[in-house]
T-cell receptor, first 115, second 113 residues
Framework: KAGVTQTPRYLIKTRGQQVTLSCSPI?????VSWYQQTPGQGLQFLFE???????NKGNFPGRFSGRQFSNSRSEMNVSTLELGDSALYLC??????????????FGPGTRLLVL | AQSVSQHNHHVILSEAASLELGCNYS??????LFWYVQYPGQHLQLLLK??????LVKGIKGFEAEFIKSKFSFNLRKPSVQWSDTAEYFC???????????FGTGTRLKVLA
């Protein structure tokens, strides 16, 4: 099976702009989660989608939003970018059916630099 | 609130030394526990996981972890590290039914050849 793919891999934006990141999960996986990874902070949970519905979200401002499509692909949007949004954004997928033995598989990430 | 603590932020070892990385989770409910590894320039990979049963879990590349419920701990161990184990290690928990994984801040391991 192909792994989780994320596009683009690298992105440079300026403050105030907006950005959209894309994630394609492993075939058959219906749950997609997004994380922000920064040095010293580890992985901070942004949100999780399953069957086009957001099931959980982390403590990020409303500038961070996401959605999931019927084919389970997901997009994450950040509006009005700030310098502090520079980070590696990771997407992870799992079967998502609520089973007790769920395991997430991660993509390579999109590295966003805000100037 | 659910949280995961990794107390060792940076660890430097010589090859063949033994490794133990600490991980503590805060929630008393039923959790699944994971260790992930991120090698330089690569994406996060699953090392091992605990769901239930035998509290001593064996993973890839000779790693193992022990779930101690009374201590809310899930420490990662390897008896003899190699230079190729240089990486960042993340502990994570999933409170069942929440669909929300909580990660620790990571431990950077450097193994000297």
């Amino acid at each position: 099976k192909a792994g989780v793919t994320q596009t683009p891999r690298y992105l440079i934006k300026t403050r105030g702009q907006q950005v959209t990141l894309s994630c394609s999960p492993i075939s058959g996986h219906r749950s997609v989660s997004w994380y922000q990874q920064t040095p010293g902070q580890g992985l901070q949970f942004l949100f999780e989608y399953f069957s086009e519905t957001q099931r959980n979200k982390g403590n990020f401002p409303g500038r961070f939003s996401g959605r999931q499509f019927s084919n389970s692909r997901s997009e994450m949007n950040v509006s009005t970018l700030e310098l502090g949004d520079s980070a590696l954004y990771l997407c992870a997928s799992s079967p998502g059916g609520g089973m007790t033995q769920e395991t997430q598989y991660f993509g390579p990430g999109t590295r966003l630099l805000v100037l | 609130a659910q949280s995961v603590s990794q107390h060792n932020h940076h660890v430097i070892l010589s090859e063949a030394a033994s490794l133990e990385l600490g991980c503590n989770y805060s929630y008393g409910g039923t959790v699944n526990l994971f260790w992930y590894v991120q090698y330089p320039g690569q994406h996060l990979q699953l090392l091992l996981k605990y769901f239930s049963g035998d509290p001593l879990v064996k993973g890839i590349k000779g790693f193992e972890a022990e779930f101690i419920k009374s201590k809310f701990s899930f420490n990662l161990r390897k008896p003899s590290v190699q230079w190729s184990d240089t990486a960042e290690y993340f502990c994570a928990s999933l409170l069942r039914g929440t669909y929300k994984y909580i990660f620790g801040t990571g431990t950077r391991l450097k193994v000297l050849a």
